[in-house]
C-alpha cells in the first residue's frame, strides 16, 4: 500500500469512529422520589349508648286521618348519633346506638341488666314512669345516667327523683306555666277547666291549678268529661251544655289521651278559645316550629323518617345530642368526664329553641324553652316576654329550686 493511500484509510477510520470528546458525559437518570409514608390512621373513640323501650299493649286510638306512628323516637335517637358522629369526625370521636324494641310482653328489667352487662353506662329510655324508677333503683343504674326521653311526670322531678335519672321533655308543670303565661299576656284570667277520666288528665289538672295561683289566674269552674261522642251522640248537643252558665274566659282542657278534647273547640256555648291538650297546646316541639334554624332539624328528621319529627323524636334527639356535646367538651367518651361535664355549669346544648339548654342541678330536669302551637300554626315561646328570673329565665317554667321536693 501506498503512503498516499495508507493516509487515505486512516482518515476514512477515523470519520466512522464516535467523536466522544464532542458529547457531554450523561447524567443518571434522577430516581423517582419515594413518597412520604402515610400517617397511621388514629383510632376514633367509640361510644355506645343504649336504646330501650317497650311497645305499648294497648296503644291509643289514633283517628283515620292521622299517620299511624311506630317508631316514635327511635327516629329521633338515630339522627342525634348521625349529628354527634359529624362533630365526631374532627374530633376523633365515633357513636353507635344499640337499639333494644322489647313486645308488649317483654322483661324491661331483664333487658337492662343484659344492656349493662355489655357495659353500656348511657341508657336511653321511653318506658312509663313506674317502670323508670324500678330500673334506676337496680344496683346496675347505680353507675349509669338514665335518660327520659318521653315522660312528662311532675313526680319523677319532685319527691320521686333520683339522681341517675335526667328528663329532657317538658314537665306538665313546665307546660302549663307556659300556657299560663301566655294567657296571662293576654289577659284572660277566667278559667273552665274541664278534665278527663285518665290519670294523666288529673295530674295535668292539677298542674294547671298550680299555674293558676302562681300566676294570678281564677279558676271559676271544674268539670269532669263524662259523655263520649260516638255516631248516636252529637258533639253539637253535648258540648253547648256542658260549657253552658259559667262565666269564663278561656276553657282549659286536661285530656291527655285525646279522647274529648279536640270536639271542644267552635262548640262552646260561648265564643271562646280553648288551650291546654287541645286547642293551643304547649309542647316541646312542633311541626310548625322554623325558627333558630328549626327548619334544616325538621327537613332532615323529615327525609329520614318520611314524616314530622315528634315529642318522643325530639326527647330522645335531645338525650344523644346532650351527650355528644359533653363528649365533645370534655373531650373524652369515658363516663366519668361525660358526666361531670354535662351535669356541670358550663354544659350548653343546642336545641334550635334560640338559647343554650341545660340540666337544672335540683331535679335532672332539661331546662328550655316551651312552644306554644295551634294545629298549624305556632302561636309563642315561653318563657313570655317580661317573666324574668335572678338566675335563668328559663326557670320561670316549672319547679323552682326553692319549690322543689326533690331529694337526691
Known amino acids: 500500500m501506498t503512503p498516499k493511500s ?44 343504649a336504646y330501650l323501650t317497650r311497645q305499648d299493649a294497648n296503644p291509643p286510638t289514633v283517628p283515620f286521618f292521622d299517620p299511624v306512628i311506630i317508631d316514635s323516637g327511635l327516629q329521633g335517637a338515630r339522627l342525634g348519633i348521625q349529628d354527634d358522629n359529624t362533630t365526631g369526625r374532627f374530633t376523633r370521636q365515633n357513636f353507635v346506638l344499640k337499639e333494644t324494641i322489647l313486645p308488649p310482653e317483654g322483661d324491661v328489667v331483664a333487658a337492662f341488666k343484659a344492656l349493662a352487662a355489655e357495659g353500656h353506662r348511657h341508657f336511653l329510655l321511653d318506658l312509663p314512669a313506674p317502670l323508670l324508677l324500678e330500673l334506676a333503683a337496680l344496683p346496675e343504674a347505680q353507675n349509669a345516667l338514665l335518660y327520659d326521653t318521653a315522660s312528662r311526670d311532675d313526680a319523677l322531678r319532685a319527691e320521686s327523683c333520683r339522681a341517675n335519672l335526667l328528663h329532657l321533655l317538658p314537665s306538665r308543670a313546665m307546660r302549663a306555666d307556659a300556657l299560663a303565661q301566655y294567657l296571662a299576656k293576654k289577659r284572660w284570667q277566667k278559667w273552665f277547666l274541664a278534665i278527663g277520666p285518665n290519670e294523666g288528665d288529673r295530674l295535668y289538672a292539677a298542674a294547671v291549678r298550680s299555674s293558676a295561683k302562681k300566676f294570678g289566674a281564677k279558676i271559676v269552674a271544674e268539670k269532669p268529661w263524662e259523655h263520649s261522642f260516638d255516631e248516636r251522640r252529637s258533639p253539637e248537643s253535648e258540648v253547648p251544655v256542658f260549657t253552658q252558665g259559667v262565666d269564663y274566659e278561656v276553657l282549659i282542657v286536661a285530656d291527655e289521651s285525646g279522647l274529648f278534647g279536640d270536639y271542644l273547640p267552635y262548640r262552646t256555648w260561648q265564643p271562646r278559645p280553648v288551650a291546654g291538650t287541645q286547642g293551643l297546646v304547649p309542647t316541646a316541639w312542633h311541626h310548625t316550629h322554623e325558627a333558630w334554624g328549626a327548619l334544616q332539624l325538621q327537613n332532615r328528621f323529615r327525609a329520614q323518617a318520611g314524616r314530622w319529627m315528634a315529642e318522643a323524636d325530639y326527647g330522645a334527639w335531645l338525650a344523644v345530642r346532650a351527650i355528644g356535646e359533653a363528649a365533645t367538651r370534655a373531650k373524652s367518651v369515658e363516663f366519668e368526664p361525660v358526666k361531670a361535664f354535662m351535669l ?17 342541678s335540683w331535679d335532672r330536669q332539661l331546662r328550655q324553652p316551651v312552644l306554644l302551637a295551634a294545629e298549624r300554626s305556632l302561636v309563642a315561646v315561653a318563657p313570655i316576654e317580661g317573666y324574668l328570673h335572678p338566675r335563668n329565665e328559663l326557670d320561670s317554667l316549672g319547679i323552682d329550686q326553692a319549690e322543689s321536693k326533690c331529694k337526691f
Open 6 to 49: 495508507s493516509i487515505l484509510l486512516s482518515l476514512l477510520l477515523a470519520a466512522a469512529l464516535p467523536v466522544h470528546a464532542a458529547h457531554k458525559p450523561s447524567k443518571p437518570a434522577p430516581r423517582p422520589e419515594t413518597p412520604p409514608a402515610a400517617a397511621p390512621a388514629v383510632k376514633a373513640d367509640t361510644l355506645t349508648l
Open 344 to 360: 356541670g355549669e358550663q354544659f350548653a346544648l343546642a336545641g334550635f329553641k334560640g338559647v343554650p339548654l341545660s340540666f337544672r
